[in-house]
T-cell receptor, first 110, second 118 residues
């Protein structure tokens, strides 16, 4: 079983739709969680950190469920520019090790 | 602020040849990472440096891969000899130093080197 698992998709949604991605992790010692965005043929870039209380940044909402060991990313009012691969990252800060999921691909269509 | 610099951008070699990649992290970032990203997969950590010391190289195929960061700044990753399955994008990343146990600073990635082994 992979340490970090994501639904690869692809998710094909129309503009304006709401879409949610989930990510599960197996290491209960994980302490920090992030979502990165990766455009085609580009490097990953941090989208947002994920906090226990949940956090929101504009149209993006991230949530963490430690008991069930999953994190989620919700995108409201999807834009064409949201088309990308979204990578879940789980970090064991004591070990200083970050593990990436394989990503979920989103395509937003007009 | 200058980002993470990597070169070359692309490299095509034949199997059994050698190849080297270079990375210059963001100035002042103590931690440097090399990741391998195979098409359709997430980045996989190959090696992590803190200054010029190795923190984690558990997933580095040491029979053919080597990396160094001699002066604690820029780094090189070498593959010798290359195999077909080494075809991937090699990403270098850096992060600011944080005390162990603190929430990690975000990773800043370079543009990567796309390696094709024929």
């Amino acid at each position: 079983r992979k340490e970090v698992e994501q639904d690869p998709g692809p998710f094909n949604v129309p503009e304006g739709a709401t879409v949610a991605f989930n990510c599960t992790y197996s290491n209960s010692a994980s302490q920090s969680f992030f979502w990165y965005r990766q455009d085609c043929r580009k490097e990953p870039k941090l989208l947002m950190s994920v906090y226990s209380s949940g956090n929101e940044d504009g149209r993006f909402t991230a949530q963490l469920n430690r008991a069930s060991q999953y994190i989620s990313l919700l995108i409201r009012d999807s834009k064409l520019s949201d088309s990308a691969t979204y990578l879940c990252v789980v970090t064991n800060t004591n070990a200083g090790k970050s593990t990436f999921g394989d990503g979920t691909t989103l395509t937003v269509k007009p | 602020e200058a980002g993470v610099a990597q070169s070359p951008r692309y490299k095509i070699i034949e199997k059994r040849q050698s190849v080297a990649f270079w990375c210059n992290p963001i100035s002042g970032h103590a931690t440097l990472y090399w990741y391998q990203q195979i098409l359709g997969q997430g980045p996989k950590l190959l090696i992590q440096f803190q200054n010029n010391g190795v923190v984690d190289d558990s997933q580095l195929p040491k029979d053919r891969f080597s990396a160094e960061r001699l002066k604690g700044v820029d780094s090189t990753l070498k593959i010798q000899p290359a195999k077909l399955e080494d075809s991937a994008v090699y990403l270098c990343a850096s992060s600011a130093d944080r005390p162990r146990g603190a929430i990690n600073e975000k990773l800043f990635f370079g543009s990567g080197t796309q390696l094709s082994v024929l």
